[in-house]
């Protein structure tokens, strides 16, 4: 069975899990999860991991993100995108100097009202279930980071280019929409890219097209999604016995941090944390 990672191009009107049910189908495999959710209007980077290293989702979905989007100003809509049903529209008269002034005002930790369509869930239902229905229900403001946030382009007298490296769970319309708000003329979200996720960029990426061509010999090593911290080469058979078993294990040739572990023939094994010379498995990826 495949293991490993591919990075996925997102192309516009697929969900997230559209791409993974056409990578189940071309893999051959049911085991296929992404790491971090795009909207179907959205494009970029989607983290894919197949076989043994859906284990590791976890740990792509908490890191930083990085997008390229369009602010749309004038123009408000009930899914603060596009594609939704528009609620006003003005005439607007706002500068790129206007725009940047008010950027700093969303840098570092904010505060963020869930947007009604989103799938975050409320006594067990999907908000956006419920805003399909027609309900607006009280949600708590959901504190985000965003690191930065710079004006790129002003594309035409309504559209101005954005670059976000922000924190997970952060949403970019409901960024755009606050803008817009804080201008006093409205905004909504044009067009959404993600650039980076997991530390991975587009330069990584492949379209639906290619892994069609070329199937399983595009995925990518699971280590390579711990490729920030060092290696470690288990250097005996009985230390590698305790490993495997799931056991800590004394390593006092090392500094203490956290380890890509891997086994005497060079299989990868664990993420792990040195600690007083004692390694400790944070998530194990062996087989059984």
């Not at 790129?152 to 559209?159: A, C, L, Y």
């Not at 905004?187 to 650039?195: D, F, K, Q, W």
């Not at 056991?247 to 203490?256: K, M, R, Y």
Request: proline share 4%; aromatic share 8%; with cysteine.
């Amino acid at each position: 069975m495949a293991d490993g990672i591919i990075v996925i191009d997102k192309p516009a009107g697929w969900t997230s899990m559209d791409v993974c049910a056409k990578l189940r189908g071309i893999l051959q495999t049911r085991k296929v999860g992404h790491a971090g959710t795009l909207d179907p209007m959205a494009t970029g980077v989607l983290p894919v991991f197949v076989g043994r290293a859906t284990r590791a989702v976890t740990f792509a979905e908490n890191g930083s993100k990085e997008y390229a989007a369009v602010l749309r100003l004038g123009l408000v809509t009930d899914t603060q995108d596009i594609t939704g049903t528009v609620l006003s529209q003005q005439r607007i008269s706002v500068t790129a100097s206007d725009v940047a002034a008010v950027l700093p005002r969303f840098t570092g930790e904010i505060f963020q009202l869930p947007p009604m369509y989103s799938a975050i869930k409320i006594n067990g239902q999907k908000l956006y279930d419920l805003a399909r229905k027609g309900q607006n229900v009280e949600r708590t403001p959901r504190a985000v980071t965003v690191y930065a946030l710079e004006l790129t382009e002003q594309i035409s007298p309504t559209d101005f280019s954005l670059r976000i490296l922000c924190s997970k769970g952060t949403y970019v319309r409901t960024l755009c929409h606050d803008i817009g708000q804080a201008l006093g003329c409205g905004g909504c979200m044009a067009s959404l890219r993600r650039t980076m996720a997991a530390g991975f960029t587009l330069s990584d990426s492949y379209t639906l097209e290619d892994v069609q061509s070329q199937g399983a010999a595009l995925l990518r090593p699971l280590d390579s999604l711990f490729a920030q911290y060092p290696a470690y080469r288990i250097a005996r058979a009985r230390t590698e016995a305790l490993c495997r078993n799931g056991n800590s294990f004394e390593a006092h040739d090392a500094v203490p941090g956290t380890y890509r572990v891997y086994s005497m023939d060079g299989t990868f094994l664990c993420l792990s944390q040195l600690k007083n010379g004692v390694m400790t498995s944070v998530k194990n990826f062996f087989g059984a």
